[in-house]
């Protein structure tokens, strides 16, 4: 399988505070990998730097093309979508117009129509929603609208965080099982950050685990989810 | 009564010239969360150089749209230069940009064209509406040429990609980055279009106010007050505030003993004050309704 994400001794800073040390991993084409680690180990940090919204250094390598040093909004061109924490919606505008924003920098406008459909294929519920307030939706809705939202990119590769976060644990199985499938269906690449290690794990098929800006562990999500020992010094469960 | 209406169609016409001016400073305000105070300046100076290319003998609507293209580059231009590098500073640093920003308009259209009052034609004439002694044709064609400008920018940001790119820059910044959108060319676009507003206020009012470089002083007041009672979050507020101010003020200088014009002002200034203690968010400010 070809290398799609290949990061190479990363380094980010808040103002003088350095918050990753020297941190690499790479991202198959195809496949869906997880970050995990606890709070404050630098996950969001990881995807941030991916995309420009964080002052960094280090080598980023996208399909082979370099990222670094490119605006965060010329990214998205690479067809890298972002699903930040927090999930991002504008949530004074529709549903609709929150999907039409995710395909904004397409100009396929046959294609943006009919990858609404799909979306709302996808997640039933944002269809019946599609004229409202996108801030009056439930927390989980909210969720599928940001995922619908970078979807319609059609992007090569997505950067989740914490999709799980506040969600009832029904409605993250949900989303996780759509996740899955869009991964195997749409053949869109997926990079997680979770704290629900346990769940990441089951979606997963490659796994990396950071604490503290580096990198201490990874490999094939099944293995380290049976290795008791790396559940419970660095997952917690 | 036909007193009465007589001003509340006054009032409805300059009003227009107050919903133009509230739109302009609430979209820059939405862009960048400052208020601009030099808009009225702005304003002024561009209705100078559309009265420079009349006095070149360019015929008035060819002269009102050139100056409309000038005014929208010289709003970009006045973004890029002096506020883009303000992005990032404190509010106060902002706000003595634009008093410097005020200052400079101000002394040089002073310069260029001094500070006597000038004569500004209007292309409606002043003949009354229609037959009609209510109302006279320039006003009507104020009111007419801001209803197409109101029209043409909801389309704007209602309709198209553009539009809807604008208005994502301007609710979650962040977010529009992460789809792609360059957030900082929308808000010099932001500034364009304003500046190129208040320019249409400013050719407007001229007829009425008068050409001179302190012509948009009472007018800006105004448009503020209109901008604060419809929500400063709100175009369409202020596009309401602006009418409802306007025949307010009319209403009040007519039929209030002792206000007449000189107190017009000040009663401007008393509704701005009024709204922030009464009802700060104004009547349209934005509620957002949020599930947590």
């Not at chain 1, 920098?105 to 459909?117: L, M």
């Not at chain 2, 990609?161 to 808000?187: C, H």
């Not at chain 2, 209403?251 to 009663?267: C, D, M, R």
Request: hydrophobic fraction near 50%; glycine fraction near 10%.
């Amino acid at each position: 399988m070809t290398t799609l994400l290949n990061v190479k001794d990363l380094r980010a800073y808040y103002g003088q505070v350095q918050a990753l040390h020297g941190l690499s991993f790479s991202l198959s084409e195809g496949s869906l990998t997880t970050l995990l680690g606890a709070n404050g180990a630098g996950k969001t940090t990881t995807l941030r730097a991916i995309c420009n919204m964080v002052r960094s250094t280090g080598g980023i390598e996208f399909d082979g093309k370099p990222l670094n040093n490119r605006s965060t909004e010329s990214i998205v061109r690479f067809g890298i979508a972002h699903v930040p924490q927090g999930r991002g919606t504008f949530t004074t505008m529709t549903v609709e117009e929150n999907l039409q924003l995710g395909a904004i920098t397409r100009k396929d406008s046959a294609g943006i129509v009919s990858d609404i459909e799909r979306m709302y294929a996808h997640f039933p519920v944002l269809k019946q929603r599609h004229t409202q307030q996108a801030g009056t939706l439930s927390g989980g809705e909210q969720q599928m609208l940001a995922v619908a939202r970078a979807l319609m990119l059609r992007p090569r590769l997505m950067l989740l965080d914490e999709p799980s976060f506040g969600l009832a644990p029904l409605v993250v199985r949900d989303l996780f099982g759509i996740l899955g499938k869009i991964n195997r269906e749409d053949k869109v690449s997926i990079l997680v950050v979770e704290q629900n290690a346990q769940l990441a794990l089951e979606l997963a098929d490659q796994a990396y685990v950071i604490e503290t800006g580096r990198i201490v562990m990874s490999g094939n999500a099944k293995d380290i989810a049976n290795n008791e020992e790396i559940r419970k010094s660095y997952l917690g469960y | 009564m036909e007193l009465f209406t007589n001003q509340v169609l006054a009032g409805i016409a300059t009003g227009a010239i107050y919903a133009c001016m509230a739109l302009a400073v609430v979209m820059i305000y939405q862009a960048i969360d400052h208020l601009n105070f030099a808009q009225g300046e702005m304003a002024m100076f561009s209705t100078f150089i559309s009265w420079q290319l009349m006095q070149w003998g360019i015929p008035y609507w060819a002269a009102f749209v050139i100056t409309l293209a000038l005014s929208f580059v010289g709003g970009i231009a006045i973004e890029r230069i002096l506020f883009k590098p303000l992005a990032k500073a404190p509010v106060l640093t902002n706000v003595a940009g634009f008093i410097a920003l005020f200052a400079i308009i101000n002394s040089s259209a002073g310069l260029i064209w001094d500070f006597t009052i000038k004569q500004y034609p209007t292309p409606f004439g002043s003949s009354p509406f229609l037959g009609s002694q209510l109302i006279s044709t320039h006003q009507a064609g104020m009111i007419g040429v801001t209803v197409l400008l109101l029209l043409g920018l909801y389309f704007f940001f209602q309709y198209t990609k553009i539009g809807l790119a604008m208005r994502a820059a301007a609710s979650v910044p962040e977010s529009a980055r992460l789809v792609g959108i360059n957030t900082s060319w929308m808000i010099a676009l932001g500034w364009g279009m304003a500046t190129a507003i208040g320019s249409i206020a400013g050719m407007l009012i001229a007829p009425v106010v008068f050409l001179e470089p302190n012509m948009m002083g009472g007018v800006l007041i105004y448009g503020f007050a209109a901008a604060v009672l419809g929500g400063l979050t709100s175009p369409f507020g202020a596009v309401v505030g602006g009418f409802l101010v306007g025949v307010f003020e009319n209403l009040a200088g007519t039929y209030i003993p002792g206000v007449g014009n000189e107190l017009k002002l000040p009663i401007a200034l008393a509704l701005i004050i009024s709204v922030l203690v009464v009802k700060p968010a104004g009547l349209f400010g934005r509620h957002i309704v949020k599930r947590v």
